[in-house]
């Protein structure tokens, strides 16, 4: 069993920057692939950012590459989401997400454990 728990959300100016951050529970937290996903009023979660179980590993969505860094450190249990330059087509409610198993997803479906999530308002 896997508790996640997001923070630093919050409401930023465009072309600003925030880190997001995501704390699991558990002894086997080195065991998940982690991601994030974001979902905005009216629409589907989507798939923003990945990491592998070492952290050597990393996949984007494409609307937010060159902007955010996926980052994890497993001997505090945490994994980050830097997102630089942000713009308003980014705000929506994060979510930090586990899977226990090898590959990086971008599929809801195949995630085992989710967060709470954590708003982001970015204003233009």
């Known amino acids: 069993q896997v508790q996640l728990v997001e923070s630093g959300g919050g409401l930023v100016q465009a072309g600003g920057s925030l880190r997001l951050s995501c704390l699991a529970s558990?002894?086997?937290?080195?065991?998940?692939?982690m991601s994030w996903f974001r979902q905005a009023p009216g629409k589907e979660r989507e798939f923003v950012a990945g990491v592998s179980w070492t952290g050597d590993r990393t996949l984007y969505a494409d609307s937010v590459k060159g902007r955010f860094t996926i980052s994890r450190d497993n001997a505090k249990n945490m994994v980050y989401l830097q997102m630089n330059s942000l713009k308003p087509e980014d705000t929506a409610v994060y979510y930090c997400?586990?899977?226990?198993?090898?590959?990086?997803?971008?599929?809801?479906?195949?995630?085992?454990?989710w967060g709470q999530g954590t708003q982001v308002t970015v204003s233009s």
């Open positions: 997400a586990a899977k226990g198993s090898w590959a990086i997803s971008a599929r809801t479906q195949q995630y085992d454990y």
């Open positions: 558990g002894r086997t937290f080195s065991s998940y692939t």
